[in-house]
């Protein structure tokens, strides 16, 4: 991965009052809260809920729960629940803009959440469509009226998705519309390679990692070390860092540290996708970086304290 060339600003520009584009995975998500360690061979008792989620679904809903920019996002679902999923987008403030794959069901992921663990959650997961999308449900048309375009992490873990990722990001490098992603999961990361997620992310203007992800692409120990380093490559690093805050890098080094908000926490599922779905928000609204990393963890804190990975809808 190559440092931004020269003359390149620092961070990512944009004019305000333009739409975010999500691009990413949409997906079912059953949540098994249980007490204690799974009883291997018998039962475990669990409280169990079928909610929508997804990463990149998630931060969308999350987008638009802050206000100010309008929200699309793009997702392929199977026509098992494509109607489900396209009515619970649209009543989170979500324009949808989903493709129904013919073949392959929603994705549905398994959330195991031990609530004597601090919700620490543990996730099983079937990709179903979502990682079926690919560039043939891309058209440039999909940047009208678009000020960001935001990619989930998920996108880079098939064929498919990586093919699309090339053409969008090459679309909206040809408007000048920023690019941001957020790597998603350490696992499937170190699955599929540091140096080649590095290359396929290469002119990205944000990054905005976990802790785990951001150690695992700088190849560092330290976290702010980490941060600093990948801000050297991406004009601006986010790094999200559950109750520990969050780091925001530029230009080789962290220029600020944002405390968390305090929250107790019932489901830990989907507080990454919050901070960035605020975050992003915050940024197309003309915020600055820090300002936007402090309304991420503000959103992080309403989201553990929820069953769910999506923004709690008023009655």
């Known amino acids: 991965?190559?440092?931004p060339p020269p003359g390149r600003s620092p961070g990512p520009a944009h004019v305000p009052g333009g739409a975010l584009l999500v691009v990413g995975d949409v997906i079912t998500d059953v949540v098994a809260r249980h007490r204690g360690p799974l009883a291997a061979g018998t039962d475990t008792a669990a409280a169990v809920r079928t909610v929508p989620g997804g990463a990149g679904a998630n931060v969308a809903?999350?987008?638009?729960?802050?206000?100010g920019p309008e929200v699309r996002f793009l997702g392929r679902v199977g026509a098992d629940s494509a109607a489900w999923h396209e009515r619970e987008l649209v009543a989170s403030g979500v324009r949808p803009l989903l493709v129904v794959d013919?073949?392959?069901p929603t994705g549905t992921v398994i959330c195991l959440v031990d609530t004597d663990d601090s919700a620490e959650r543990t996730f099983l997961t079937d990709s179903g469509a979502s990682l079926r999308l690919d560039a043939g449900d891309w058209s440039r048309e999909l940047l009208d009226g678009v000020a960001?375009?935001?990619?989930?992490?998920y996108l880079f873990f098939s064929a498919p998705c990586r093919a699309l990722v090339a053409v969008a990001v090459r679309s909206a490098r040809a408007r000048g519309v920023p690019v941001s992603v957020d790597p998603a999961s350490a696992g499937f990361l170190a699955e599929l390679g540091v140096g080649r997620f590095l290359a396929l992310i290469e002119g990205i203007?944000?990054?905005l990692p976990s802790r785990d992800e951001a150690r695992l692409l700088a190849g560092l120990p330290d976290t702010v070390d980490a941060a600093a380093e990948l801000s050297r490559h991406v004009p601006l690093v986010v790094v999200k860092q559950g109750d520990a805050g969050a780091l925001v890098a530029r230009s080789g080094a962290v220029r600020a540290?944002?405390?968390?908000?305090?929250a107790a926490a019932v489901d830990t599922t989907g507080a990454g996708d919050a901070f960035t779905g605020a975050f992003?928000?915050?940024?197309i609204a003309g915020g600055r970086p820090e300002e936007a990393a402090t309304e991420g963890c503000r959103a992080g804190a309403r989201a553990v304290q929820q069953v769910g990975a999506r923004p709690r809808r008023e009655a």
Do not use: I, K
């Open 257 to 262: 540290r944002v405390p968390a908000r305090s």
């Open 61 to 67: 809903c999350w987008a638009a729960r802050q206000g």
């Open 102 to 104: 013919p073949l392959a």
């Open 205 to 207: 203007d944000v990054l």
């Open 148 to 153: 960001w375009l935001h990619l989930s992490g």
């Open 280 to 283: 992003l928000a915050t940024l």
């Open 1 to 3: 991965m190559t440092s």
